[in-house]
């Protein structure tokens, strides 16, 4: 199962950080990322981490911006979102696979998603 937290509202500039809680498995070496569904688009790779190789993966629209990380002791995954910006707004999933499947998007574990509304 995963949870995500941290969404919210927040002007153009500021900063937000998601969570995800992993329960009922053992994610340490799992794939897991970010992805957001924004109005009007269908659901798009934000971020993901493989922790089998240690290997990070962004989207163009958030590289320099956005930085992904994992506490495998936790089973938690974080997305830290810095200049944050009104076309970022959207509803936040987060993902799980046993494979490194990067950016796309056919992952087999999803959580329900958190909002983050960016004002301009």
């Known amino acids: 199962q995963l949870v995500e937290s941290g969404g919210g509202s927040v002007e153009a500039g500021g900063s937000l950080r998601l969570l995800c809680a992993a329960s009922g498995g053992t994610y340490s070496r799992y794939c897991m990322g970010w992805f957001r569904q924004t109005p009007g688009k269908e659901r798009e790779g934000v971020a993901t981490i493989y922790t089998g190789g240690g290997r990070t993966y962004y989207a163009d629209f958030v590289k320099g911006r956005f930085t992904i990380s994992k506490d495998n002791a936790e089973n938690t995954l974080y997305l830290q979102m810095n200049n944050l910006k009104p076309e970022d707004t959207g509803m936040y999933y987060c993902?799980?696979?046993?494979?490194?499947?990067?950016?796309?998007?056919?992952?087999?574990?999803w959580g329900r998603g958190t909002q983050v509304t960016v004002a301009s």
């Open positions: 993902a799980a696979d046993r494979f490194n499947l990067q950016l796309s998007r056919h992952y087999s574990n």
